[in-house]
């Protein structure tokens, strides 16, 4: 049974950097695709970032292309997303996802989420 646990939300202001980090449990992380998506209030989830088991592909939703970094050290079991220049648009509920359906990409189905991380970013 995978367990995926999301840390390293909080408020910061426009300009600003976070680092989440995504803690699997489980057997056979390191087989698994995985990605970040998030939800903003009264808007669909989307995904932001994926990457592939071996961390040696990874795809990035247009807004954050640049700016947002996803990888993983499957050694620690450990997803991250490094956010730097943060924009009020970024902000949203941060949700970890493994064991895609279809591919790779932030656009396939997951079957396995975190709980989510809260990221506020200010003006």
């Known amino acids: 049974q995978v367990r995926l646990v999301e840390s390293g939300g909080g408020s910061v202001q426009a300009g600003g950097s976070l680092r989440l980090s995504c803690a699997a449990s489980g057997y056979g992380i390191s087989r698994l695709c995985m990605a970040w998506f998030r939800q903003a209030p009264g808007k669909e989830r989307e995904g932001v970032a994926a990457?592939?088991?071996?961390?040696?592909?990874?795809s990035y939703d247009d807004s954050v292309k640049g700016r947002f970094t996803i990888s993983r050290d499957n050694t620690r079991k450990t997803l991250y997303l490094q956010m730097t220049s943060l924009k009020p648009e970024d902000t949203a509920m941060y949700y970890c996802a493994a064991d895609s359906r279809g591919g790779c990409q932030k656009s396939s189905t997951f079957t396995k989420w975190g709980q989510g991380t809260q990221v506020t970013v200010s003006s």
């Open positions: 990457i592939y088991p071996n961390g040696g592909s990874t």
